[in-house]
């Protein structure tokens, strides 16, 4: 396989004089579940739908599975690529009997449809609701049903968009879990599209961030993070005076509850801890305050807007 799944070039997209998506160099490898975030109208699912070859560009190339897509290619290409959509189930239909209508558009073989059936509902942790009419199903068993679906054609490459939408924490957790099995058994590359991060750092490994149509940030989560703050904040609670504290570690700033100390590395952290010890300060605890993929996305977006603002640019 190449070292890209997907990999585009200046990609733009313009519906008359607006451009809605710009520039695009966006690379997805393989066996990496990537997140497309950006707030709304940022251009993600028009970018799903180029990479997918259901609309063409403006200017710009689309590569997937390393061959450049083209309107002759694009069908046989599509064969490899799920794509959950919001294409409603059917409610009088069993989990099972959808399944198998969805298999049969996909050309599944009758053989092979109740077997392909089966095990996706086994992958999506549905297999005890097959017999169930969908009408009867929760939204977050319908959502789960749905990427199942996607899953029907053992594809390479999977595209989610705003798969855990209008779930409740517990639905999105679940989903969620099931995704990252789905991952770690197979050799899947997933691209999800959302604005919704909850959960995002347990299933994705790299992110693109999209703000009116330009990538501001591309790349793997944690290289990301590292890059844009090089210290963690280390907040280490003590017994007694947090003053005390703050005079034996060089640069802490004070909590309420003790001290705060930026930290390049764990060693920075225990010598901190040990400066403490050695003067007979207790510590009750030592947290790291690691940022979030959640922070990044809003330092990211912020510092795109500010720059548009001081350009004089608007942005979506
Ligand atoms: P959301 O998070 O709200 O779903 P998004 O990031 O997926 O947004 P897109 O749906 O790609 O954003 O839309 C990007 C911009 O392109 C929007 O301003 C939208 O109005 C515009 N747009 C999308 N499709 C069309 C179309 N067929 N004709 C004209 N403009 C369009």
């Excluded at 064969?79 to 959808?98: F, P, S």
């Excluded at 977006?301 to 640019?313: C, E, H, L, N, Y």
Aim: proline fraction near 4%; charged fraction near 25%.
């Amino acid at each position: 396989m190449s070292e890209t799944v997907i990999a585009t070039r200046k990609l733009e997209k313009k519906y008359g004089e607006r451009t809605v998506v710009r520039g695009l160099d966006l690379h997805v490898r393989p066996g990496r579940a990537y997140g497309l975030l950006g707030p709304n109208g940022a251009g993600k699912t028009t970018t799903l739908r180029l990479i997918t070859g259901l609309i063409a560009p403006t200017a710009g190339t689309v590569s997937v599975f390393g061959e450049q897509l083209t309107p002759t290619n694009a069908d046989r290409l599509r064969e490899r690529i799920g794509v959950q959509t919001d294409t409603e189930l059917y409610a009088t239909l069993t989990a099972r009997e959808n399944l198998e209508v969805w298999g049969g558009f996909y050309g599944l073989r009758r053989s092979e449809l109740r077997r392909r059936a089966d095990e996706v509902l086994e992958m999506m942790s549905l297999s005890d609701r097959a017999s169930s009419a969908v009408g009867s199903f929760s939204k977050g068993m319908r959502q789960k049903l749905a990427v199942g679906r996607a899953l029907l054609p053992r594809p390479h490459l999977l595209f989610l968009d705003e798969p855990t939408a209008g779930l409740d924490p517990e639905a999105t957790e679940d989903l969620i879990a099931d995704l990252t099995t789905l991952m770690r058994d197979t050799e899947l590359t997933v691209v999800i599209c959302t604005h919704q991060l909850a959960g995002l750092d347990a299933l994705c490994s790299d992110v693109g961030v999209l703000v009116g149509g330009a990538l501001v940030a591309q790349g793997d989560i944690d290289e990301l993070i590292a890059r844009r703050w090089p210290t963690t904040t280390v907040r280490i609670d003590v017994a007694g005076d947090p003053a005390v504290a703050a005079t034996l570690v060089p640069g802490a700033a004070l909590t309420p509850t003790g001290i705060a100390v930026q930290a390049a590395s764990d060693s920075d952290t225990e010598r901190a801890i040990a400066a403490l010890a050695a003067a007979g300060v207790r510590i009750h605890a030592a947290v790291p305050q690691r940022p979030t993929v959640q922070d990044l996305y809003f330092a990211t977006v912020d510092d795109a807007r500010r720059s548009s603002i001081d350009s004089g640019k608007a942005v979506a």
